[in-house]
């Protein structure tokens, strides 16, 4: 007789020690505990993984629309009028400016870009389409200047990212020179492919996925908030899609590629055969994640149209 299925786990002792780690302060089963008890767990991680603030990069606090904060990051250089505005995840419950601050700042001194973050509403106190109109609003907000505009977000910002970029097309909304997608989840099929496969990979499980989704609330049929049920994807802006192996995201990440490319629109995909779910925290304790940081920025840095800072 087998031994039965056993937990998908990478091999690479960094990001093991990172899923650790992070074990220790937001536990496995964290869905199971109030949204109060997430949100705390999730600062502490958040904290715990905190870096050293590039050298010469400010920050400046702001509002759009008189109600939706958002952090300007501006690096000691910037080589191009193009913005990047990125969009944290969290599963739409739990995030923040702080959450992602530092994931930030290492991207637009990286990429050699000014960035943009936003505080964006969370589920439960605020369903579909809070977040994604919040998005939007900070998206038209960024555009309205002129300066051409590269939208990214992790996970359930890169949901975020994809649907606020279908929405702009359809709206005929000009200037966005890229999208950026960071294990982003786009509305799978939770009974198939990797939701199946990594159904208990480390750091998110698929239930937790089906957690989310029913926080949120968003219509099933609503191509902006499930953007893989999009009829069309032609005329998308060139995008630059990462997925992590050992993550049941990763098959929404490898079909929307595909898709993309499909429909004749520029994409890099990549996965990161050793990397979990929330990697980007890991790129200062493993190798993996700091190869697919730089890789990111990289990608990022080439739809803004700059060369990449020669430390990445």
Known sequence: MGSGPTRPMPTEAGILAFH?????????????ASVAQQRRWYDALCAEFDAPSPEGLTRRDDLVAGRIAIRRYRPAEVASETRVFYIHGGGF??????SHDAICAE????ARVELVSADYRLAPEHVWPAAFEDCYDVMEALLADGRPLVVAGDSAGGNLCAGIVLKAKAEGLSGIAGQVLIYPGLGGDLTRGSYLEMAEAP?????DVDYYRDVLKAPADEPFAH?????NLSGLPPAYVSGAHFDPLRDDARAYAARLAKAGVDVTYREEPQMVHSW??????????????GQLVRGVAGLAGTCPSPRV
């Open 93 to 98: 419950v739990v995030g923040s400016l702080e």
């Open 203 to 207: 750091l998110l499980s698929t239930a």
């Open 20 to 32: 650790e780690r992070c074990e220790a302060f937001y536990p496995a089963d964290a869905v199971n």
């Open 227 to 231: 953007p893989l049920r999009a009829a």
């Open 107 to 110: 991207l637009a001194d990286g």
């Open 280 to 293: 980007l925290r890991a790129r200062h304790m493993s190798p993996g994640a700091r190869e697919g940081f």
